[in-house]
């Protein structure tokens, strides 16, 4: 009983701590996702690079001497215009044709290779660190967790909540909304859908940059950081069901433990492996993943 006691304690519950803060960040890479596939019917590939941007602006503001917690507040700013500029000169573009969906998921990616070339242009194939914030640990029944990856959990849960709230009970919510659910309908009440479709891409990458910020100080920043995170992302929304956010939050916990739980016994190299064999597992279970679309939650 004792030696089941310690283990707890000492070897399970550091996992489930490093498991909710990784996972807080990828319901936030997901939800933002979600919500662009919810509302335009895109599959951005370029999420994980929008994701790295973030953590190097975050970088570049603390070099000049921004304190952090202004560079949390002005990367999801500096993201959001980029996310809107990309949408309305990219997006937009081949939005309205017959093959859409080809073609909006090919542009996506071929912008993903040319922002990670870029970043590795200007700021080298390196990895770059950032300081943690928040030194220290609070002590819990002996155990010591980092008020870092507290505050990241906190951070992230509360950012969560605040989408939920936008979109489900404010009335820009309620118009997001309509405009997911019948685009022709909702123009013709004079809502300036192509704006609506703008600046909700433009969330979904504030959102992704807000990942990058609060991880740049648990992780390395470098130019190809996003590439393995954004399939976890996409698994997330898969499982969840895509467009769903109550969906993306639930699979993004649930597969980040099962990912940080499961390294205690397997090899690292299994990870990705055990989390599309779950997202298959789910999809042979439930093609449509786990919940409904945007307008459903």
Avoid at 206 to 221: E, F
Wanted: positive net charge.
């Amino acid at each position: 009983m004792a030696e089941a006691l310690e283990w707890l304690q000492y070897v399970l519950a550091p996992q489930v701590i490093n498991g909710a803060s990784l996972g807080v960040a990828v319901v936030l890479m997901a939800l933002g996702l979600t919500i662009i596939f919810g509302l335009l019917d895109v599959i951005n590939m370029a999420h994980g690079e929008f994701y790295a941007i973030g953590a190097y602006a975050a970088v570049l503001l603390l070099a000049i001497g921004v304190p952090f917690w202004w560079a949390l507040l002005l990367t999801p700013l500096f993201m959001a215009v980029i996310g809107y500029a990309a949408e309305r000169t990219l997006i937009q573009r081949v939005f309205h044709s017959k093959d859409r969906h080809t073609l909006t998921l090919l542009l996506t990616f071929g912008l993903a290779i040319v922002l990670e070339d870029v970043l590795k242009i200007f700021f080298g194939a390196n990895p770059l660190r950032i300081e943690t914030p928040i030194g220290g640990a609070i002590e819990v029944f002996g155990l010591f967790f980092p008020n870092y990856r507290l505050f990241v959990m906190g951070m992230g849960s509360a950012i969560v909540a605040a989408v939920w709230i936008f979109i489900f009970r404010t009335r820009v919510g309620a118009i997001v909304r309509a405009a997911a659910f019948d685009r022709h309908m909702t123009s013709s009440l004079g809502v300036p859908v192509n704006t609506v479709y703008a600046l909700t891409f433009a969330l979904g990458v504030a959102l992704a940059g807000i990942a990058g910020v609060l991880l740049a100080p648990i992780y390395s920043v470098f130019p190809t950081m996003g590439r393995d995170f954004v399939l976890i992302a996409f698994s997330v929304v898969i499982i969840g069901g895509m467009g769903s956010i109550k969906g993306a939050v639930i699979a993004g916990l649930v597969l980040t433990q099962i990912q940080s739980i499961s390294s205690l016994y397997i090899s690292p190299v299994w990870s990705d492996p055990l989390l599309f064999g779950c997202m298959v597992l789910v999809l042979m279970w439930r093609p449509r993943g786990l919940f409904g679309r945007l307008g459903h939650g």
